[in-house]
């Protein structure tokens, strides 16, 4: 079994900044990709970053030049800065771990519990 835990979620005036991270936890032997998506009241969860064990990055249009992910492979853990915030950055913020293999075998989609971000203007 594989926890996802975020934290770093917060209110923040148009212009800051904040720093997500998520640790995964659990007996595991590698992870593939983690990466950040985000859901808006009424609308559909979307891909913000994703990052592969490698460090090879994608970003989301809307963030790119705002918004860096990273990762620490030795803590199991991917961080997501994210400067320069607007209000259309209001999410909720959710972790993702895609192939993660442990002592029990590959899990693969696992999902943290969320973590709001709300930007006032």
């Known amino acids: 079994q594989v926890q996802l835990v975020e934290s770093g979620g917060g209110l923040v005036q148009a212009g800051g900044s904040l720093r997500l991270s998520c640790a995964a936890s659990g007996t595991i032997f590698s992870i593939n990709a983690m990466g950040w998506y985000r859901q808006a009241p009424g609308n559909q969860r979307e891909l913000v970053a994703t990052?592969?064990?490698?460090?090879?990055?994608n970003l989301a249009d809307s963030v790119k030049g705002r918004f860096t992910i990273s990762r620490d492979n030795a803590k199991n853990t991917v961080y997501l800065q994210m400067n320069s915030l607007k209000p259309e950055d209001t999410a909720v913020y959710y972790c993702?771990?895609?192939?993660?293999?442990?002592?029990?075998?590959?899990?693969?989609?696992?999902w943290g519990q969320g973590t709001q971000v709300t930007v006032s203007s």
């Open positions: 993702n771990a895609d192939r993660v293999r442990t002592v029990l075998g590959t899990i693969f989609g696992s």
């Open positions: 990052i592969t064990s490698g460090g090879t990055t």
